[in-house]
């Protein structure tokens, strides 16, 4: 099986713009989880998903928001930029309640 | 917010020897995971210990669990150079499984050849 898969790798923004992350999930796999992870912070949960509903969502401003489709695939978004948005964003899919299966990442920095 | 600390934060070792990192977290948990990152790379999973369990083995590894200390181990034996990496642990909440889960801060392991 194909694992997680992000796009894209890296990401230059600047300032106020908004961007949007793709994941796509290990086939079978209907949980998405997302995750940001900066090296102030370390990493921390943003939100999931499950059959295209959010089921849990971390501590995040409403800047940061998701969806997922029918075919399980999920996007993220952050709208108005800011510098302190500049982080590795990690996606996680899994069939059970047991193992988490990550995605390379995908790069943001904010100019 | 992190669930807790991992200790220590930094380790180097001589290839060919073990390597010991602990993990605390603060609340009651369903599970605890750990995971390996290479360099700002994706996370691998390793190994998932439960609440109900005390040692876990996989391979190299080994992982202890006590959750009247809220603590964690993970023990990694006869190290090699390709183990060079950042081990993070996560705890999954009671509530909801393992789609939420709190990393610690963790431990960036460098093996010596």
């Known amino acids: 099986k194909a694992g997680v898969t992000q796009t894209p790798r890296y990401l230059i923004k600047t300032r106020g713009q908004q961007v949007t992350l793709s994941c796509s999930p290990i086939s079978g796999h209907r949980s998405v989880s997302w995750y940001q992870q900066t090296p102030g912070q370390g990493l921390q949960f943003l939100f999931e998903?499950?059959?295209?509903?959010?089921?849990n969502k971390g501590n995040f401003p409403g800047r940061f928001s998701g969806r997922q489709f029918s075919n399980s695939r999920s996007e993220m978004n952050v709208s108005t930029l800011e510098l302190g948005d500049s982080a590795l964003y990690l996606c996680?899919?899994?069939?059970?309640?047991?193992?988490?299966?990550f995605g390379p990442g995908t790069r943001l920095t904010v100019l | 917010s992190q669930q807790g600390e991992e200790d220590p934060q930094a380790l180097s070792i001589q290839e060919g020897e073990n390597a010991t990192m602990n993990c605390s977290y603060k609340t009651s948990i369903n599970n605890l995971q750990w995971y390996r990152q290479n360099s700002g790379r994706g996370l691998v999973h390793l190994i998932l210990?439960?609440?109900?369990?005390r040692e876990k083995h996989s391979g190299r590894l080994r992982v202890t669990l006590d959750t009247s200390k809220k603590s964690s181990s993970l023990l990694i034996t006869a190290s090699r150079a390709a183990d060079t990496a950042s081990y993070f642990c996560a705890t999954a909440p009671l509530r909801w499984g393992n789609e939420k889960l709190t990393f610690g801060t963790g431990t960036r392991l460098t093996i010596i050849p």
């Open positions: 210990i439960r609440s109900n369990e």
């Open positions: 998903y499950f059959s295209e509903t959010q089921r």
């Open positions: 996680a899919s899994s069939i059970s309640t047991d193992t988490q299966y």
